[in-house]
């Protein structure tokens, strides 16, 4: 499977090849539309959404936004936001068999062929692998274009692909500049021992985490802030199997030495000339208390391509020495298929066996432990807000990693790690549904299909013997997130 799964390591060269084309497809579309709608999930989405925070649109082109959820709510708004006529969707997945992928791409069609008539077609792209489901029903459609990707990419090492490029390209960047560099990296990382930037770092990582520092804790300067997650997904798919793994902590601010365990393993990435004194000193504060730290530069935005091939070789270095397959997802889809058998008609399994509270959960994680916390509610910075409020209490009170993000997405990225890495400890946590958001031509609205897929995460961890905890907020979620993390407990002693 492993010598199957390498075609990764050439696609910057093939990306080159594709890149003037990519463009002259953005060209000829960006007359016609004022915003950009990519639709997916999974490594698909963030490579888009890595996109949209790190490439404003240039002059002349459309904005670029990422729907890659379930929550009612945020289908709602996004349909809001976009007109149909002034809208062009992207419709992002590599198999075409992705649950988000294939409801969003049923709802918006229809809500065009209701507003465009025969029309609706032209306002979608797809890009998928040929001969997909998706491939099949875009040209069932009769959509603008599909677009070809990579076959030959595994999960998380196909980001550096039309997955990315297609959305960079639509908002103008410079995709054949980002192509460049990235073929640039995968050349010096065919350079042989030290002078190889991928080799390099992928042994770092290994051995840390062989060492017992398993939590990959990535400080990114605000400009490439929108990198973590991608990176975070990458990680999670490449290194974590059969209770090994990397724990990738993104989006955890930098603290003082005092909260931190042993564990930990520090990259910092900053951009361009910009300085940011506070983490600077607190980085090197870490250093001093022996907390292992490697730092990046990137110029600008248009190293993207170059660091994702940069961290992809890394990961798949890491988990050879750790001993895993970097390049299949053994566990992930366990929860996927539970939440389809739930909207088959399965009724959920008991919830019996679970922590009661996020106190008793918090009380049953040792010190080299974490807590993975997974919103099934909708994105909003309010929320995201008090999410970064409860990982700062719960690492000031028991200096253990956190991970977080909203669901479904973040069990898109982190799945495999929950259910096939090192053990730890899982919240999550669910909303009031909210108003419904009807599916066309299916039994289920939008809501449903939310907490059929909380439901599968919730019962494929507990299958695997997984500390977990399931609560359900009433009202607003920044609220009763904020009451969890006052609700946290005090310090304990060092």
Same mark, same amino acid.
């Given at each position: ?24 497809? +953005? ?12 639709? #997916? ?34 289908? +709602? ?5 976009? !007109? ?21 791409? !049923? ?24 001969? &997909? ?19 030959? =990419?595994?999960?998380?090492? %196909? ?34 021992? =030290? ?7 992928? /042994? ?23 990198? %973590? ?13 059969? #209770?090994? *793994? ?15 365990? &042993? ?31 490697? *730092?990046?530069?990137?110029? !600008?935005?248009?190293? $993207? ?25 053994? !566990? ?5 298929? @539970? =939440? ?9 399994? +008991? ?17 080299? *432990? ?27 009170? @028991? ?5 977080? #993000? ?8 982190? %799945? ?12 999550? $946590? ?34 695997? %013997? ?6 359900? $907020? ?8 904020? /009451?969890?993390?006052?609700?946290? #407990? ?5």
């Amino acid at each position: 499977m492993i010598e199957g799964s390498l075609g990764w390591l050439t696609i910057p060269e093939r990306m080159v090849a594709v890149a003037p084309d990519l463009g002259r497809l +953005a060209d000829g579309l960006r007359s016609e539309a004022d915003r950009v709608l990519v639709l #997916g999930s999974g490594n698909a989405a963030f490579s888009a959404r890595a996109v949209a925070e790190l490439f404003p649109p240039a002059e002349g082109f459309p904005a670029l936004s990422v729907l890659d959820t379930t929550v009612p709510s945020a289908v +709602a708004a996004a349909a809001e936001a976009h !007109d149909p006529a002034r809208t062009l969707f992207v419709v992002a997945s590599r198999t075409g068999s992705t649950l988000e992928a294939n409801l969003l791409f !049923d709802f918006f069609f229809d809500r065009a062929s209701k507003a465009l008539g025969g029309a609706a077609g032209s306002r979608f792209l797809a890009v998928t692998e040929a001969g &997909s489901a998706l491939d099949t029903e875009a040209t069932r459609r009769r959509v603008r274009a599909v677009v070809p990707a990579e076959p030959r =990419a595994p999960g998380a090492f %196909g980001g550096l692909s039309q997955f990315a490029l297609v959305p960079a390209a639509l908002v103008g960047a410079d995709v054949e500049e980002i192509a460049a560099r990235a073929a640039r990296m995968a050349e010096a990382c065919r350079t042989p021992g =030290a002078e190889n930037p991928g080799l390099l770092l992928g /042994a770092a990582l290994g051995a840390e985490a062989l060492a017992g520092r398993d939590k990959l804790t990535l400080s990114l300067a605000s400009a490439i802030a929108a990198f %973590g997650p991608w990176l975070e997904a990458l990680v999670a798919f490449a290194t974590a199997k059969e #209770g090994r *793994g990397i724990v990738p902590v993104v989006g955890e601010p930098l603290g003082p030495p005092a909260v931190y365990g &042993s564990d930990r393993f520090f990259v910092r990435a900053d951009a361009g000339d910009a300085e940011d004194p506070e983490a600077g000193h607190l980085l090197a504060s870490l250093v001093e208390h022996g907390h292992p730290l490697a *730092g990046f530069l990137w110029r !600008d935005a248009l190293d $993207l391509g170059a660091e994702m091939f940069r961290w992809q070789f890394a990961a798949a270095v890491a988990a050879r020495l750790l001993g895993v397959n970097p390049f299949d997802e053994p !566990d992930a889809r366990d929860a996927r298929d @539970r =939440a389809n058998r739930v909207l088959a008609g399965a009724a959920p399994e +008991a919830e019996a066996g679970g922590a009661a509270s996020l106190g008793e959960l918090l009380s049953t994680t040792s010190p080299r *432990g974490y807590l993975a916390i997974a919103a099934f509610v909708a994105e909003a910075p309010a929320a995201a807000a008090a999410l970064e409020g409860l990982r700062v209490a719960v690492r000031r009170t @028991r200096r253990i990693a956190t991970t977080a #993000g909203f669901g479904p997405a973040v069990e898109q990225a982190l %799945g495999q790690l929950h259910q096939g890495g090192p053990d730890g400890a899982f919240l999550l $946590l669910t909303g009031p549904p909210g108003a419904p958001v009807a599916i066309p031509n299916r039994p289920w609205d939008f809501g449903r299909v939310l907490e059929a897929q909380a439901d599968g995460v919730f019962e494929a961890l507990q299958a695997r %013997g997984r500390r977990v905890a399931r609560v359900r $907020l009433a009202g607003d979620p920044a609220e009763g997130i904020a /009451a969890l993390a006052a609700a946290v #407990g005090p310090e304990v002693a060092a």
